[in-house]
């Protein structure tokens, strides 16, 4: 199976458990409208915000790398969400297949690179792909943007898929420990628990979601 599979296939699982299986038709259990393009745009927001971009603070201040990438993985679970849900009643494989069919799809195969600098292009590229969300472009048009989006920020698709895990991994304990209504604890100590997240999986490269899981546990239950 393809990263790129198993990862869509993760996001159908992850959306059938949290909206309900009437996701795809855009509203959740409880008939609340669900709107993935509003989702990408505000998450795009936050991704911006990771650059210095503010000509009246220091300007000149380095990029938040690691914060790019957590904001970037966050990105494709609302894209892979508007795929899915525009392809919905299609084999996920067919998806993945036509996915990684795309003329861009080879610069995520490749080794990822550094962040560069040119951190008003890196913005430009991000605005231009929310310009086509609102343009009612195809999936494919609006993959192609991102794939971009993912090049630039020091990611490829073994990366992404490693950080995807972890993140829906955390996204799957948030649910289990009230998200939803609001008792959980995202400030775990003195940081985010995506901080958290990622420091398991710098830890331990080769973990599997389950022991992910645990491991979030672990760490969760020793806050009390």
């Given amino acids: 199976m393809s990263k790129i599979t198993s990862m869509l296939q993760l996001q159908q699982q992850l959306n059938d458990a949290t909206n309900g299986k009437e996701w795809e038709e855009g509203v959740t259990a409880q008939g609340k409208i669900i709107n993935w393009k509003r989702c990408i745009y505000l998450e795009c927001a936050e991704l911006v915000e990771s650059y210095p971009w503010k000509h009246w603070k220091n300007i000149s201040a380095p990029a938040d790398t690691e914060n ?3 904001e970037v993985v966050d990105i494709w679970h609302f894209v892979m969400s508007e795929v899915l849900r525009l392809n919905r009643g299609r084999d996920i ?4 297949k036509e996915i990684k069919s795309l003329q861009n799809f080879c610069i995520i195969q490749d ?7 040119n951190h008003l292009d890196q ?13 009612e472009a195809s999936w494919q048009d609006i993959l192609e943007k991102y794939l971009t989006i993912l090049a630039q920020s020091g ?15 955390l996204n ?7 998200y939803k209504d609001g008792t959980y604890k995202k400030l775990w100590g003195n940081v985010e628990d995506n901080v958290v997240m990622q420091e398991i999986l710098k830890e331990h490269p080769n973990i599997t979601p389950y022991e992910l899981y ?3 546990k672990e760490r969760y239950e020793d806050l009390d």
């Fill in 93 to 96: 494989e067919e998806i993945a």
């Fill in 111 to 117: 080794e990822a690179k550094e962040i560069d600098d």
């Fill in 214 to 216: 645990d491991a979030l």
């Fill in 123 to 135: 913005i430009a590229n991000i605005e231009d792909f929310i310009k086509t969300i609102f343009m």
């Fill in 172 to 178: 799957q304990f948030r649910q289990d420990h009230g």
């Fill in 68 to 70: 790019i990438k957590i």
């Fill in 155 to 169: 990611l490829n698709v073994d990366s992404l898929y490693s950080l995807y895990i972890g993140k829906n991994i």
